[in-house]
């Protein structure tokens, strides 16, 4: 499945793809509850049906699964939620290795299988913990060993690009869910058009959604893609209910 989430400003984009990544990550109900309660319900299916209801309140989360309380939820899939790095995140092993939840190992392994996947990523290079990207960017060659090199632009394109590769291997094992938060800031509409192109057959059986408030990115994507509009919610109406269905489908019933 593909999704846009688009709407103004405080109508709770963020918010909502904060909710749907608080199964398999609880910190962020414990975030939220800080300012305001938080109550959520989750059903999904391996194949049994499975029904879980998270509490927030002040900073402590709790859960009743199968109406049984527990302390934490055996993680029931996987999501990825990618906002735009820091400068100079990418060129930090570490860094990159907990932004995908991955182990130091995995993501050097999952870097070198980068160039043979990518048009973009020509090189990566891994050395002392450090990342050292060769990239083809318009025909022109972009190098970034640490000392600067890459455009502002190219480093949100480094990130989709890999996060378009972990997601689809990743969702042959477990469903997986990639998670795009207002992530093209630098881009114009035709580079942010392609980004997506590219991504929806990078993902392959992953589930993506897109947060954008962009009118461009929804007139513009293919039909292969659903969008959700969410209403403004001024800041005293979080109180208001929130619905929405996340799919768990594994490749395997593909």
Known sequence: MRNIFTGQN???KSVLTRLIASVAYPDHVAELSRDREVDMGVRWFDPMTHDVATKGRSGVVTHVLDGEPVPYVARPYKTILLQPAQRGEIENLNALAQMFDLSTSAMRSTLGLLPADSDLVKEVQC??????WTLDVN???E??????GLSLGSEPLILLELAGLHARHHARVEPTFLLLDEFFGFHDIHTQIAALERLELAAEHAQVAVVSHSPQIVQRVSADWSTTVLE???????????DFEVETKSAASD
């Open 143 to 148: 190098r970034f060993t640490g000392r600067g």
């Open 10 to 12: 405080g109508s709770g």
């Open 232 to 242: 403004h919610r001024p800041r005293n109406r979080w109180d208001t209910p929130l």
């Open 139 to 141: 025909g022109r060659t």
């Open 127 to 132: 050395l002392n913990g450090k990342v050292h």
